[in-house]
């Protein structure tokens, strides 16, 4: 499918979800999400939603203690696929509760959550202005900072047009705590999201439908950032944060590719 024709798709189902949004049976929903995300974080908030839309998730660790103990309390990067608009709530849902956990996030999900789950985003615009331009550098440095405050936040760093490259954000935020020798990285692969399955689960949430959504997820065994073999990269930095894009990618890709031989 062509990117032309996944980007009519994803914007068809947001004007679906805008509408649902406005059903008075999910500011309820929204409500209570809110209210986990005050009181325990983003996993949690998450967690309200895919239990009302009859998110199944069958997810495959490769060290389930040790990938658990980090997410839960060290400062971590976790990276993951995302052709779609479900799978940071399919990735999150499976998480531990943290209330320190960040998630980048389209700034026009602002549309959809409440406060307290917008506080623990970090809004990125797909836009080609100025303004876009501004807020996702501000979203940058918030990411760094929140590392080297020890908290952890998910990024998905893939485009939903499947050639296209990661965006190089993420090597941005990577390449500034090159230095720390106390940050993680986890990598998670979402599997089973189809392009209308935002769809589903908005009316399994509102009752139209009941039938169960299910979706396989894997997360790769914690490695420490300073353990990527990164060094040699160029003094340049705009050419480093492309080298370090570029290599992050690649681990990932090996990484998938070896949990699915």
Known sequence: MGAEVQGFMALRGLDIAKLVFKYPKFHKIIDTMNLRAQESGLPDATRVL??????????VWDEQFIIEA?????PVIVVANHEFLIEPLILLSQFPSR???FAVAADFAGDFFGEAVQELTLPISFKQDLGAVLRNAKSIKRGIKLLYEGN????FPKPTSKSEKWRSGIGNIVGKVLDREDIFLIMADIQGVGQNDITKIFFNTIGV????LDYGLRISRPVLIKDLNMGGLSENSKERILQITDHLENYYKKWVESSNS
């Open 50 to 59: 895919v239990e009302k839309a009859h998110v199944n998730v069958k997810t």
């Open 70 to 74: 980090v997410l839960k309390e060290k």
């Open 99 to 101: 209330k320190n956990l």
């Open 152 to 155: 952890a936040i998910v990024i």
């Open 209 to 212: 439908k009941s039938k169960s």
